[in-house]
């Protein structure tokens, strides 16, 4: 059934290339076989390549959402973190409206950071503790080049776009609770005008309650402004909740990749059923519970042969521990890295 | 497409909290923190060490500044009544109050002059070191790579001579002079701070509020004078005023030494440079001075530890 010289004959740039229906606009954002390797030095001489992200591709249209989950480990936060361009790409493209960004630096990097912004984990730690809210705003608006006179309005207006006080424009970070400082970091992003927000793990940190406000907000932004989100998280409640498209990584590779819809109703790979049978059921409190993914996620420094699932897949096979899966489209519609899952019917253009 | 979620997965809807960010009692909370200048006084108020120290420090400030105003006599004149009959210098008394030296000049007065050269010295070479140290160690700290590599070598080798010793042969360069006095002790002494320094800002640049400022495009020079140099101003201050006691010693040792500040210009080590030749006869000449540097050095080491415990440099202002 599953051929693995047919399997091998689809390029990885091909079978992961944008789904989306829209082909008029570029997507807002575009990563294509995108590879973050770190070198982690052993000693003195000995040095180990790590491959966090290898070869991952994903389109994120204007104004939409992609959900990015995984356990720790899986390297979505290396994701993000390259997108933003903290850690520097080793290989792949990420084209921004149409444009290559990857290989950018100097002045024309510091251009392109204004229309990628992030909304970090920490609410204690991204936001400098000496520095009153209205400055932390404000330094976006000066990275903008809003002339001095116009910044007080303009703090004010990001303010009452978050839903936070004008009052607490002279405040310091460490009198705010987490909800409002993730809000304060939200507004610094949005005072750059960006087109594309990377949130890592942005509501993991807060109480549940404030969770839904912060959720709310970034919907309601987006739909005001028009702005994408890559929208990272472990909790898939959540990404329901925000996403139009959902990715599903493993040890720096896609797994899954398809709209919420799909991979919700659907989900193709043994990993993301696993990981949806983990999440906590309120309605089916009591029922019966499928057994839990066995093992741990593998040490991304020296992943497993194949199909770096296959140690704890229900399903695997003897393919699985030679050869990697490719991502290619499923019978249920999105695409999956899996070799026993039915792939689509091959249909000719 | 933004209905609310539901479903299985979720089990329920998000709750929409009632809580409003910012309410009355949370703002009204912060309020109560206290300030820096309100802790400073309840900390002297429980800690006498520390109070009679930095009022130590402030007296010392006050006599340097208005020496000319407080010196009973002229401290460069040679007084015909300070010397007795057979030439010996005159002990503390109704006219010298501490006694007069081998020329026949007040002691006293030489001594209020003599705060001045020690705290000039001691704030300006100290205020050199300090500014070298935290442009040394910024710079590499926040470079990284070959540029920390190159500057911090060069601060080991500089940190490798005793001190004192740098600051003789320097002088043996230079000449004796107070200026250069100042130049050769913040010579000596920057690579203290500069060390630190670049301890503080290779944590301070991975912090995740100078990662967000860059991925928003904020320029080096504005992240380093922004989000870094705020958070080194207590470690700096702290140890400035620690150097300003180690400044004060240098020169006083090198004055010792006869290569600090010239004469007749009245200065510390000098004095007691002078006055331990006349110890059997006249010890007031070697104690006022000697007494003078102790209490002096003493205060400021206090005044620093005091400064230390107020601003704490690994938590100041970071209190969670």
Redesign the interface.
Same mark, same amino acid.
């Given at each position: 059934m599953t051929d693995p010289v047919h399997a091998h004959s689809v390029a990885p740039s091909v079978a992961a290339a944008p789904a989306a229906p829209a082909p008029a606009a570029p997507p807002a954002v575009d990563v294509r076989d995108l590879a973050v390797h770190f070198k982690v030095h052993r000693g003195l001489v000995s040095a180990q390549t790590v491959k966090a992200v290898d070869g991952v591709s994903f389109s994120i249209a204007a104004g939409e959402t992609l959900g990015l989950a995984g356990e720790s480990g899986s390297g979505k936060s290396t994701v993000a973190r390259t997108l933003?361009?903290?850690n520097r790409p080793t290989a792949g493209s990420v084209l921004l409206a149409g444009a290559e960004t990857a290989r950018l630096s100097g002045q024309q990097l510091?251009?392109y950071?204004?229309r990628?912004?992030?909304v970090?984990q920490?609410p204690?730690?991204? =936001?400098?503790?000496?520095?009153t809210i209205k !400055?932390a705003i404000g330094?976006?608006l000066?990275?903008r080049g809003v002339p001095r006179a116009g910044r007080k309005a303009e703090v004010e207006e990001l303010l009452a776009r978050v839903?936070?006080?004008v009052?607490?424009a002279g405040?310091y970070p460490?009198?705010l609770?987490g909800?409002?400082r993730q809000?304060v970091?939200i507004a610094?992003?949005l005072a750059?005008s960006p087109e594309v927000i990377v949130c890592d793990e942005a509501v993991a940190a807060l109480d549940?309650?404030?969770?839904?406000?912060v959720?709310?907000l970034l919907?309601d932004i987006q739909?005001d402004a028009g702005v994408s989100y890559l929208f990272i998280s472990h909790d =898939?409640?959540t990404l329901?909740?925000m996403a !139009?498209r959902i990715a599903i990584m493993y040890v720096g590779r896609l797994v899954e990749y398809g709209t919420s819809e799909e991979v919700?109703s659907q989900p193709a790979h043994p990993y993301t059923q696993a990981l949806?049978a983990a999440?906590?059921?309120?309605?089916?409190l009591g029922g019966p519970r499928p057994a839990p993914l066995p093992g741990e996620p593998p040490n991304p420094a020296s992943p497993p042969s194949g199909c770096a699932f296959h140690p704890r897949c229900p399903l695997a096979v003897e393919l699985c521990r030679t050869v990697a899966p490719p991502l290619v489209r499923k019978a249920s519609g999105q695409l999956a890295a899996c070799h026993v899952v039915p792939d689509a019917p091959e249909v000719t253009p | 497409m933004t209905a609310p979620p539901t479903g299985p997965l979720l089990g329920g809807e998000l709750p929409e909290a009632a809580l409003e960010p910012g309410t009355a009692a949370e703002l009204a909370a912060v309020a109560d923190e206290p300030g820096l200048g309100r802790r400073a006084l309840t900390s002297l108020r429980r800690d006498p060490v520390a109070l009679i120290s930095v009022l130590a420090v402030v007296i010392l400030a006050l006599i340097a500044v208005f020496a000319p105003l407080l010196a009973p006599h002229n401290p460069l004149q040679a007084y015909p009544n300070g010397l007795s009959s057979d030439g010996a210098p005159v002990g503390p008394g109704s006219s010298f109050l501490l006694g007069t030296d081998p020329n026949g000049r007040d002691v006293l007065s030489r001594l209020i002059y003599g705060a001045r050269v020690s705290l000039l010295v001691g704030v300006v070479a100290t205020g050199l070191a300090s500014a070298i140290g935290v442009l040394v160690g910024g710079i590499a700290g926040y470079a990284g790579g070959i540029v920390d590599t190159v500057l911090m070598r060069i601060t080991d080798v500089v940190l490798s001579f005793p001190i004192l010793l740098f600051c003789v042969a320097l002088i043996a360069i230079t000449g004796p002079s107070t200026r250069n006095v100042m130049l050769v002790i913040a010579f000596g002494y920057w690579t203290y701070l500069a060390r630190i320094v670049r301890g503080l800002v290779l944590s301070l640049k991975e912090r995740e509020f100078v990662v967000a400022a860059r991925t928003l495009g904020v320029g080096h020079r504005a992240i380093l004078r922004r989000h870094i140099l705020p958070h080194l101003i207590p470690a700096i201050i702290v140890y400035s005023t620690l150097g300003i006691a180690t400044s004060i010693l240098i020169e006083a040792s090198l004055s010792y030494l006869g290569i600090g500040v010239p004469l007749p210009q009245a200065s510390w080590g000098q004095m007691i440079s002078q006055g331990q030749e006349y110890f059997q006869t006249a010890p007031w000449l070697l104690i006022a001075p000697g007494v003078a540097l102790i209490l002096t050095v003493l205060a400021f080491n206090l005044a620093g530890d005091w400064l230390t415990d107020l601003l704490d440099p690994e938590t100041s202002g970071d209190r969670r």
């Open positions: 933003v361009r903290i510091r251009a950071r204004r990628m912004q992030m970090y920490d204690y730690d991204s =936001l400098d503790p000496k520095m !400055d330094e976006g000066i990275v839903n936070l006080p009052a607490l405040r460490g009198q609770s909800g409002q809000r970091s610094r992003a750059v549940v309650s404030i969770r839904a406000q959720l709310n919907k739909a =898939l409640s329901r909740f !139009d919700f949806m999440v906590p059921d309120i309605v089916n | -």
